[in-house]
Structures are given as structure tokens and as C-alpha cells.
């Protein structure tokens, strides 16, 4: 009996644990964001909208790339790279699994026209990057934390994140662009101009003028030649829409693998004994100001409310994005991450790993979809769908992160 008793209350401790350890995290970014929130409103007014504005892009430009640059290269290798393989292929099911739940939703809801694959989108696309480099900066930060080592729970949790983030930044402007397209249009509305047209005779030009022999080819036929290709290749570039893919965190996490997986130049810039260490350094001192700058930047978002694309999606339809992707995307996702671990595809025993897996399906809407919906005309609807699916997921996030943590620990 004595015994049974001891079970139980050890037990309950454990449970105890896992909670404090799933909700702590939450609590700290509810906390930051609050204050960002408070700085924001009218009673304090001293982050107006245009100094949040200043704020993302300062986060967007230098702090985000230098937080990836700093971690991410410090913790690469190629042998790591053959073993992580598994998380762009996770953002691309996380993707595909969210997308196809989503026109399941869409189907039974029937948002109001034109938002159909909006629904789709918003329920699909979930944020792989800045949110899940937030909670875990808040749960390693307590040392006590079940992950281990601070520093080294850290750094594996942060570049886990960012090497999958340039697949996420792909599917932002390949597939979501497409998809958020207005009715009737597959690009933009000057795409037409931007294709190449084969020129044409003037109309004033006369039969007599026209040469009865063709005359040799002049010397520069070369140089129009690779005019042409340069066009050619200027067009599908975008076309492609690679500018927008090489956003700064994307171009630093390919300079992070790039010098992570060679050893000499990894040794003179990203080791604690290179002889450029001091950028590194510089870089890592930067990245740290970015999770508390991100959240007081999200916090300040929120005063603005849902605005008024609320009224043009109506309750129903917010209402099915927000259980669709809060509630039916995350076990989906806790399914392929078993799966996949039953296959062999993960690595042996690395708990942090299949957590950030994990986290990747269970995010709220990714913000830079706004961004995207933004550009797309839709705007307002976006930031009505991200206000109330970032309220709403910090309960959520909370309930699954403790089922995370007691089903890895």
C-alpha cells in the first residue's frame, strides 16, 4: 500500500513537471507579447504602427539571419546534414497533410467566395521559423529543463528550426502565392507584360523593302544570341519568383550550411577559437535581441484587433480555420512523426529533434503567409485569421506540448 501511495505521488509529480515544463515556455511569450500589446495601446503609445513596422523589418533583415547564421553554422556538419534529411521532407508533409485538411474544411464550410483556397492556405501553412525559435529559447532557457545542457538544447532546437526553413520559404512563394491568386488571374496583374514577345514588322513596312536574298548574319549575332538567353534566364528568375525566396533568413541559413560542413572554413569563423570568431560573436550577441524584439513586435500587432476582414470571412469560416488548424493538423502531424521514427528516418535517440518535428505541424498561421496574402490583395482577411489563431494558440499550444513531452519523456 505504502508503496502503491509512493507511485502515485511520484507519479503526479511527473505529470506536474511536464506541465510546468509545457506551459512555462507559453507563459513567458504571453508575457513578452503583453508587454509589446501594453507599449502599443493608446494609454502608452510609445510603439506606434510605424515603429512596429521598423521593429519586423529590423527583426526580418539582421537579427532573424544573424540568429540562424550563428547557430546553425556552429552546429552543422555534412554527416548532420545526411542525418536531418528529414526535416525539410517534415515541412513538405506538414504542408501537404495541413493543405489537404484544409480542402476537406473548405468543402464542408463553404467560405465565402473568393476565399475558398484562402481557407486552404491558412489551415495548410503553418510557422515553421520565428514561433518555434521562440519556445524553445524560453524553455532552454530554465535549466532545469528536460531537455539538458542550456546552451546545447539551445543550439540543436535553433538550428533543427532553421535548416528547414528555406523549404518553408519555397513553398511561401511557389505555392502559396499561386494559391492566393485573385480569381481569374494565375500572377500578377502586369505579368503579361513581364513575358517575352517575339518582335514583329512594322506595320508601315513595304513588300519592295523586303530583300529578296537574305543577307549574311552580322558579326554581333553572338552577342543577340546571349541577349536572349539572358532574358531567358531573367524571366524565369522571375517567373520563379527566386528574389522573394532569397530573403535574408533564407540566404543565411545557405551560408550557414555552406561554411558548416567545410572544415577549414567553419574552423576560422564559427569555432570559440577561430581568428574571426569576433563576427560570429558580434552575430550571436544580435540574435539574441531577437526573440524579445519579434514578440513585443507580435504583441503590438494585436491592439490594431481583427479589423475588418472578420466581417468579409464571417464567424463560420474563421471559426473552422482556427479548430482546423489548432486541433486536426497536429495529430495528423504527431502521426507522420511516429511513423517516420518506427521507420528508422530519424536519428537514434535524439529527443530535441523529433520535438522541433513535432512543433513544425502544431504552429499557429504562418505570418509571412500575411505578408504573402498581403501582396495577393487580400490582407485584411490575413491578419483577421492571424489575430485569432495566435489568441487562441497559446491554449493550444500549451495542451500539446505537454502531450509532446510526456510521450517523449
Known sequence: MERFLMEIQSGGESVFQTMMFAVLP????????????????????????????LLNGLVFSLLLPSLIFSQLGRAVTLQKMIDWWFIPVNVVLATISGSLIGLVVAFIV????????????????????????????????????????????????????????????IILYTYVFHMLAPPGDSFDGD????????????????????????????????????????????FIFEKLKIKQILQPPIIASILAMAIGVVPFLKHLILTDDAPFFFFTDSLIILGDAMIPCILLALGGNLVDGPGPGSSKLGFRT???????????????????????????????????????????????T????????????????????????????????????????????
Open 318 to 364: 474563421i471559426a473552422a480555420i482556427i479548430f482546423a488548424r489548432l486541433i486536426l493538423v497536429p495529430p495528423v502531424g504527431l502521426g507522420i512523426v511516429t511513423l517516420a521514427d518506427k521507420l528508422g528516418f530519424l536519428p537514434e535517440g535524439d529527443k530535441m529533434f523529433r520535438f522541433v518535428l513535432l512543433l513544425q505541424h502544431t504552429m499557429p
Open 110 to 169: 463553404r467560405p465565402p467566395y473568393p476565399y475558398f483556397k484562402f481557407t486552404i492556405i491558412k489551415i495548410g501553412i503553418g510557422n515553421i521559423g520565428n514561433i518555434p525559435l521562440v519556445l524553445i529559447a524560453a524553455l532552454c532557457r530554465d535549466k532545469s529543463n528536460p531537455f539538458g545542457d542550456t546552451k546545447k538544447c539551445n543550439q540543436d532546437g535553433n538550428a533543427y528550426i532553421s535548416f528547414g526553413q528555406w523549404v518553408g520559404a
Open 191 to 234: 505579368e503579361e507584360n513581364k513575358l517575352p514577345v517575339k518582335a514583329t514588322a512594322p506595320q508601315s513596312s513595304m513588300p519592295e523593302q523586303v530583300p529578296l536574298l537574305s543577307e549574311p548574319e552580322p558579326k554581333d549575332t553572338v552577342t543577340s544570341k546571349r541577349g536572349k538567353i539572358t532574358s531567358t534566364l531573367y
Open 366 to 409: 504562418s505570418v509571412l503567409s500575411g505578408a504573402v496574402a498581403n501582396l495577393r490583395g487580400c490582407g485584411s482577411e490575413s491578419a483577421a485569421i492571424l489575430f485569432w489563431v495566435h489568441i487562441f494558440s497559446v491554449l493550444s499550444m500549451a495542451g500539446w506540448i505537454v502531450l509532446y513531452i510526456a510521450i517523449l519523456f
Open 26 to 53: 507559453i507563459a513567458k511569450v504571453f508575457t513578452m507579447c503583453f508587454m509589446g500589446f501594453l507599449m502599443a495601446s493608446k494609454y502608452v503609445n510609445i510603439l506606434p504602427a510605424s515603429g512596429r513596422k
